[in-house]
């Protein structure tokens, strides 16, 4: 028997859920792992992906964590669930969830398998997006941006490299349905790898939501905050929380604050099913370490959204790196880098973008500059994205050029203005990303979007 | 009058998805975020000053049961694209800091 037909068949009246991992391939702490699986859980899961680390990732079909670190993760939860024998969930499997990112994760998997000598069923969800069906929701003007301003035309969609939608809990359940041991899923929401099982057990949605919504971090929700796994246990009225780190501790407040995190309304949190609302939540000590939530509301969706996620790329970017340390170099330094673009222009033609950024001088700020103060040395590092790399290579180098001798109103260091930390000084940094969706769309057709596949893993 | 920073135990910000940066602004007890909540510093006006953006769309949203206060707003910037500063939005808060409650 699978350990998902196990479960279901037991039933069990309060169910223990462990977190494994806020983002699977960067290092899960061991000792606390081995604490959750002590507590015997019924079930474990994972989330391996965000979109925190930018467009690069989705666009490229790379993970952003290493191999090394990432099969080293995955052997840890992998023999953690068999050697219990209870399911394993892992979401946004590589990262981003699309389909490179499946394919290698699930590459990880099966050669753990072999060497280990597991044997197991593993489920697969799809989440790749056709630009077609994209398109349709943008002629029928069903594509919003999330968050803010983000035009999209039915060409930024066919330059999109990856199209992936975010996954509720359904394409779970269906997953759950082949009884597997094992479920790896393409994009998926982070609460529906915790949501999915106890739903499907006829848990109360609201508590369920609630429970996900935090585990999904492990023990970021903790004073203080962490990266260990958290365990939940969960009954028809509330759940539980604790960390498996003895050190971190689940307090009413510290689990409340939680639900500010990474989000932008701390009330209301909107998921493909439905909308979680926690205005009315109660949480109360257990005890020193541990905190007992309920009391949260659950609206189900009249209809299916989901977010929608595409990555294109806008060309290959080269940096130059360098600092200075003149006092009149950083005081006219406005003016000096207007008229080196100018004198760059001249000499390098094309279609190409320079965005310089000055380290010490709100190079890192989004919101307007400070003004008034001299930093005593600055870094400068100018960003060139271009078509060719041959092309943000040499604007990157004429830059550098104009710039270490550019002739300033009163300067007095005409050896050079800048200090190269070391040579070459203009580096090629890869594709230039950008997201060019991230949009929510109305999808009753959610279930055919999501495929399931099934496959038996070392036998 | 006590800065944001001095009243505080927790000044963050982080995205909320590539297009929003959100803020968390957490106080150790009642008093702290009464007085912050009750601020003219923390209004929306002010606030879309300091980001540059405009003011209907600076959320400033009171969560009395953890102490806090959640501030979000649209980036200038899309997370990640050329030009941008900070892929996460992590460093956002400096303006904050300094703010008389």
Redesign the interface.
Known sequence: MSAVAELFARRPDRLRILSASGQLGYGIPADALAEGLRRRPDFIGADMGS??????YLGSGELATSPLATRRDLSLVLEGARSLGVPLIIGTAGTAGAAPHLETTLAFIRDIARERGLRFRMATIRSDLSRARVKAALAAGQLT??????AVSAADIDACSHLVGQMGCEPFERALALEPDVIVAGRACDTAIFAAIPRRLGFDMANVMHMAKIIECTSVCCEPGGRDAMLAELDHEGFVLESMHPGRRATP?SV??H?????????RFTEPDGTLRVED?R?EAVDSRRTRVSGARWEPAAQTTLKVEGASA?GQ?AVLLAASVDPGFIANIDGTLAEVERITRSMVAGDY?L?P?LYGLD??????P?TGFAPREIFVMV?V?AAEAALAMTTAKTFKQYLLHHGFPGRQCTGGNLAFPFTPSEVLAGT????AL?HVMPAPDAPSLFPVSVEEVGS | MPTLAQTATVVRSKNAGPLTLSFDLMFPDRAGFDRAAGSDALKAARIAALYGVPEAQVAVIPYPVANAIKIALPRRIVAGSPGDRDVYGAQQHAPLLGLEL
């Open positions: 979109v925190d680390p930018g467009p690069a941006a999330l968050g803010a301003e983000l407040l409340a604050a639900s500010l995190y990474e989000q932008a309304d701390p009330t939540a949480y806008l970017r973008q965005y950024r190079a890192a700020r989004l919101s307007p400070s960003e994205v230039a990303w950008r997201f991230y």
